[in-house]
């Protein structure tokens, strides 16, 4: 297996938990699995392959991230300004509902796998005052993985 982008990361907790990140070459909504008995997240996600809509309306709502990313970073906008108040661009909200109903349309498509994430090489800001980019390593579950 290969290293493949993770394009975004929706939510991060010692490292990306939810998000989009291409598994064989095609975008997918990535969970990683928590366990509850060791109080910690597990290598384990569920993947949710997306369709070429659902993909289109992620790309949209990051950018609308970035943008707004970008301005707290530079200090014209606080944090409590966060898109999904509806302030700073109202599409944000519908563009999250529309996502949200891909992915539990797609749902049924979900596979498990295992992921080794790592951080991406890459040269100066992404955008202003994004520094780090992500990528993992997809492999097939462990047999002691299927009943979680």
Request: one cysteine or more.
């Amino acid at each position: 297996m290969a290293y493949e982008p993770i394009h975004m990361t929706w939510d991060y907790w010692d490292g990306p938990r939810t998000g989009i990140a291409d598994c064989e070459g095609r975008p997918h909504y990535f969970a990683c699995q928590f366990d509850p008995q060791q109080e910690e997240y597990r290598d384990l996600f569920a993947l949710t392959p997306l369709d070429a809509e659902t993909w289109d309306w992620a790309q949209e709502h990051w950018a609308i991230w970035q943008r707004w990313e970008a301005e707290v970073n530079a200090g014209r906008l606080t944090p409590q300004s966060h898109p999904r108040h509806g302030q700073f661009d109202p599409r944000y909200n519908e563009l999250e509902a529309l996502i949200d109903a891909g992915i539990d349309r797609l749902r049924a498509q979900a596979t498990r796998r295992r992921g080794a994430v790592r951080r991406r090489a890459v040269e100066g800001e992404l955008f202003p005052g994004q520094w780090n980019r992500y990528e993992i390593e997809w492999s097939a579950p462990l047999d002691e993985d299927a009943g979680d």
